[in-house]
C-alpha cells in the first residue's frame, strides 16, 4: 500500500488537471495542502496498519484506502470549480474551508478524537472516511 500511496495520487493530480483544464503544479499544491488539512495522510497510515485477519479484511483496507483517494480527488477538483480562479492554492483552500467551515470543523474534531485513542478499527476508520464525503 505504501508504494501505491504516491502513484495514486500522481494519477488523482493528472486525472483533476486534465478534466478542470487547470495547471498541474496548482492542482498538486491544491491536493497536497488539502490532505494535510484534513490529515488525510494520517488516516491512510491508520487504514494501513489496520490488522488483516482474512481475505475480507483487506478488501475492506484496500476499499478504504481506495475512498479515501477517491474523497481526496473529488475535493481538490471541487474547491478549483467552487473558488475565485488563483495561482494560490492555500488562498483556494480557506475560501473553501469557509464554505463548508461547519463541516471541516466536525472533520476535524471525529480526527482529533480518533488520533487520542491508543487503537483504531474498521468500524471507526470506515466512519471516519465515509464522513469524508460530507466535504465534496
Given at each position: 500500500?505504501?508504494?501505491l500511496s504516491p502513484l495514486a495520487s500522481a494519477l488523482d493530480i493528472v486525472k483533476v488537471a486534465k478534466q478542470s483544464?487547470?495547471?498541474?503544479?496548482?492542482?498538486?499544491?491544491?491536493?497536497?495542502?488539502?490532505?494535510?488539512?484534513?490529515?488525510?495522510?494520517?488516516?491512510?497510515?491508520?487504514?494501513?496498519?489496520?490488522?488483516?485477519?482474512?481475505?475480507?479484511?483487506?478488501?475492506?483496507?484496500?476499499?478504504?484506502?481506495?475512498?479515501?483517494?477517491?474523497?481526496?480527488?473529488?475535493?481538490?477538483?471541487?474547491?478549483?470549480?467552487?473558488?475565485?480562479?488563483?495561482?494560490?492554492?492555500?488562498?483556494?483552500?480557506?475560501?473553501?474551508?469557509?464554505?463548508?467551515?461547519?463541516?471541516?470543523?466536525?472533520?476535524?474534531?471525529?480526527?482529533?478524537?480518533?488520533?487520542a485513542r491508543s487503537s483504531l478499527d474498521f468500524a471507526l476508520l470506515s466512519m471516519v472516511v465515509a464522513g469524508a464525503?460530507?466535504?465534496?
Amino acid at each position: 500500500m505504501g508504494i501505491l500511496s504516491p502513484l495514486a495520487s500522481a494519477l488523482d493530480i493528472v486525472k483533476v488537471a486534465k478534466q478542470s483544464e487547470t495547471d498541474i503544479l496548482l492542482v498538486a499544491s491544491l491536493y497536497f495542502a488539502l490532505g494535510k488539512e484534513l490529515q488525510f495522510h494520517w488516516l491512510r497510515e491508520q487504514i494501513g496498519s489496520l490488522r488483516i485477519q482474512t481475505h475480507w479484511h483487506d478488501l475492506a483496507r484496500t476499499r478504504l484506502g481506495d475512498m479515501l483517494n477517491t474523497h481526496q480527488r473529488e475535493i481538490t477538483a471541487h474547491i478549483l470549480t467552487c473558488t475565485a480562479p488563483s495561482k494560490n492554492a492555500r488562498r483556494m483552500l480557506e475560501e473553501w474551508k469557509q464554505s463548508k467551515r461547519y463541516a471541516v470543523e466536525r472533520h476535524a474534531e471525529v480526527v482529533s478524537e480518533f488520533r487520542a485513542r491508543s487503537s483504531l478499527d474498521f468500524a471507526l476508520l470506515s466512519m471516519v472516511v465515509a464522513g469524508a464525503e460530507s466535504l465534496h
